[in-house]
Nanobody, 122 residues
Framework: QVQLVESGGGLVQAGGSLRLSCVAS????????RGWFRQAPGKEREFVAA???????WYADSMKGRFTISRDDAKNTVYLQMGGLIPEDTAVYYC????????????????WGQGTQVTVSS
């Protein structure tokens, strides 16, 4: 059974940083795109960042320069380093895995984690 499990969420003050992790089990995802999405209350799920390889990453415009995605395929893990957090970053953050480079639509991702809450206080 394939599982993606996120961790690292929590409460942080504005301007602070968090590092999210997502460990996959049940299969390897070396050839898959690994991505992060987020969903705030009352809003649609929003693309954050994705990575195919260390030199093939893409970000939502509002995250560029503040967030960094990386992966460690030996650990079947993807990370999201978040800095310069603002209250508008408050959301449940989900990791996902899919097969399409440059994909930003949730519909193009096949596997999902349960999410981890990130709350940024002002």
């Amino acid at each position: 059974q394939v599982q993606l499990v996120e961790s690292g969420g929590g409460l942080v003050q504005a301007g602070g940083s968090l590092r999210l992790s997502c460990v996959a089990s049940g299969r390897t995802f070396e050839t898959y795109v690994r991505g992060w999405f987020r969903q705030a209350p009352g809003k649609e799920r929003e693309f954050v960042a994705a990575i195919r390889a260390y030199d093939n990453t893409w970000y939502a415009d509002s995250m560029k320069g503040r967030f960094t995605i990386s992966r460690d395929d030996a650990k079947n893990t993807v990370y999201l380093q978040m800095g310069g957090l603002i209250p508008e970053d408050t959301a449940v953050y989900y990791c996902a895995a899919g097969r399409y480079i440059n994909a930003q639509s949730p519909n193009l991702y096949d596997y999902w984690g349960q999410g981890t809450q990130v709350t940024v206080s002002s």
